[in-house]
């Protein structure tokens, strides 16, 4: 029978090259001249630090376009408020890895109102498809192209 995976998962290691490039951009760019600006990654959590708010926005920016020329997904990122205190701004964002199991109920309700020949299921931080027909699959993996969820969709291990 039929099975492919839906997954949410950003690379790391592309993540972490990006992180790297907005580090030695803000370090060259003229106007983070004598400031203490960077951004730190530890534990799914990016946090960006700058001496005011204004620079945190330039640094997101930065980061942002970093990330979508190593393909890393932007809404994979989720943004706290920027902080500010003492002549200090910072920001944190949270990398969401994996589907969530609100998320994953909405993916399956949005599979069965297609009226499809298939089932799938929530396994762990993914949702498993299986159908008798290889079209059905595809089709599976169409619409869910096609709607916005706020995630990310991978679709990995397609056997027949």
Known sequence: MPTFDIISEVNLHELSNAIDQTNREIATR???KNADAQVEYTADKLQ????TEFQIEQIVDILYKKLTKRGVDISSLESEQIEVQNRRASLAMKVKQGI?????KKIIKHIKDSKLKVQASIQ???VRVTGKKRDDLQQVISLLRDINIGLPL???NFRD
Not at 48 to 51: G, I, Q
Not at 100 to 104: L, P, S
């Open 100 to 104: 969530e199991t609100e998320i994953a």
């Open 124 to 126: 762990s931080d993914q």
């Open 30 to 32: 003229f106007d983070f």
């Open 48 to 51: 960006l630090k700058a001496e």
């Open 154 to 156: 991978q679709f990995t």
